[in-house]
């Protein structure tokens, strides 16, 4: 949805901020989606997919990593 593919977008945005190196930004992330700490086999998964969007604008690779978090069934069904 346009609601879903905003939220991503800004998502993306507010990720990108800063210097940190791309693992830590995964790891915030996963913080700030999820509500929990990241397990390190889920942070390589995620380098791993943004490494595979190379065809993509770095924030765009990183819209549509923040969107396949927001979609995921851990967010949408989270106790």
């Known amino acids: 949805s346009p609601f879903?593919?905003?939220q991503a977008a800004a998502r993306a945005k507010l990720t990108l901020e800063g210097?940190?190196?791309?693992s830590d930004?995964?790891?915030l992330l996963i913080r700030r989606v999820y509500a929990r700490?990241?397990?390190p086999?889920?942070?390589?998964?995620?380098l791993g997919h943004l490494a595979s969007l190379e065809g993509a604008s770095r924030p765009g690779a990183w819209e549509r990593l923040c969107h396949t978090l927001l979609i995921s069934n851990e967010f949408l069904y989270r106790r």
């Open 19 to 22: 210097s940190q190196p791309d």
């Open 37 to 39: 700490a990241p397990e």
């Open 4 to 6: 879903v593919k905003d």
């Open 41 to 46: 086999a889920e942070v390589d998964r995620l």
């Open 25 to 27: 930004r995964v790891r």
